[in-house]
Antibody, heavy 121, light 111 residues
Framework: QVQLQESGPGLVNPSQTLSLTCAVSGASISTGGHYWSWIRQHPGKGLEWIGY???????DYNPSLKSRVTISAATSKNQFSLKLTSVTAADTAVYYC?????????????WGRGTLVTVSS | QSVLTQPPSVSGAPGQRVTISCTGS?????????VHWYQQLPGTAPKVLIY???NRPSGVPDRFSGSKSGTSASLAISGLQAEDEADYYCQSYDTSLSGWVFGGGTKLTVL
C-alpha cells in the first residue's frame, strides 16, 4: 500500500523559506511511471498545482510560482521536498504531496493527508 | 478565478441525481485534454473519483459517472447519499497557463 506523508514547520516567518518533505512508502520515487507533485489549498479555497519532480530528476513548476519554487528528491530516503522562498501571508495554505500518473491524462491518484503551513510573524 | 468554472454549490435530496459542470475553453478541455474529478470530504485530502473523463478507479461506486463534450465536462451522482456531502473538483491541463489546473470546487449538500 503506497502512502505519502508530509512533514515540516507549521509556522514560517514572512520573507523566509517554506520547506516541506514528503516521505513515500510502498513505492520507489526512483522508478518511472509517476510524477511526484506538490499541490496547495488556501484556507476555504480551491486547489493549486505547485509543481512536480520526475524520477529522472526533471521538474516542472506552476509559472505563477516558478521564480520561488524548487522541488528536489532524496532518492536514498525515498523522499521529495518543496522549497518556497520569500513567503508572504498569501502562501498560508494546506500543502499536499501527491502522486500523478504518467498515463490516463495525468491525474493525481494518491495524496498525502496534507499539512497546514501558516506564514506569520 | 480558475480557468475551469464550476458552480459554487449544488444540492439534492437523498436518492436524487445531481450533476456538477466544469466549463473550460479551447486552451484546456477544448484542446482535448482529459478531465478528472476529485471528492474532498471535510477535513481530508482529495480523492480521485473519475479519471480520463469517464473512468472510475476501483472502489468508486458506479453511482458516480463522468462525461465530456466540447469545452465542458460533467460529473453525475445518482442515488444521492448523505455520505456524498463533500467538495468536488475538476482538473485538467491548460496550455495558456502551461500547467495543471483545477476548478474552483463545488460544494454538494445532501438535503
Amino acid at each position: 500500500q503506497v502512502q505519502l506523508q508530509e512533514s515540516g514547520p507549521g509556522l514560517v516567518n514572512p520573507s523566509q523559506t517554506l520547506s516541506l518533505t514528503c516521505a513515500v512508502s510502498g513505492a520507489s520515487i526512483s522508478t518511472g511511471g509517476h510524477y511526484w507533485s506538490w499541490i496547495r489549498q488556501h484556507p476555504g479555497k480551491g486547489l493549486e498545482w505547485i509543481g512536480y519532480i520526475f524520477y529522472s530528476g526533471s521538474t516542472d513548476y506552476n509559472p505563477s510560482l516558478k521564480s520561488r519554487v524548487t522541488i528536489s528528491a532524496a532518492t536514498s530516503k525515498n523522499q521529495f521536498s518543496l522549497k518556497l522562498t520569500s513567503v508572504t501571508a498569501a502562501d498560508t495554505a494546506v500543502y499536499y504531496c501527491a502522486r500523478q500518473v504518467t498515463a490516463s491524462g495525468r491525474y493525481f491518484d494518491l495524496w498525502g493527508r496534507g499539512t497546514l503551513v501558516t506564514v506569520s510573524s | 478565478q480558475s480557468v475551469l468554472t464550476q458552480p459554487p454549490s449544488v444540492s439534492g435530496a437523498p436518492g436524487q441525481r445531481v450533476t456538477i459542470s466544469c466549463t473550460g475553453s479551447s486552451s484546456n478541455i477544448g484542446a482535448d485534454f482529459d478531465v478528472h474529478w476529485y471528492q474532498q470530504l471535510p477535513g481530508t485530502a482529495p480523492k480521485v473519483l473519475i479519471y480520463g473523463n469517464t473512468n472510475r478507479p476501483s472502489g468508486v461506486p458506479d453511482r458516480f459517472s463522468g462525461s465530456k463534450s466540447g469545452t465542458s465536462a460533467s460529473l453525475a451522482i445518482s442515488g444521492l447519499q448523505a455520505e456524498d456531502e463533500a467538495d468536488y473538483y475538476c482538473q485538467s491541463y491548460d496550455t495558456s497557463l502551461s500547467g495543471w489546473v483545477f476548478g474552483g470546487g463545488t460544494k454538494l449538500t445532501v438535503l
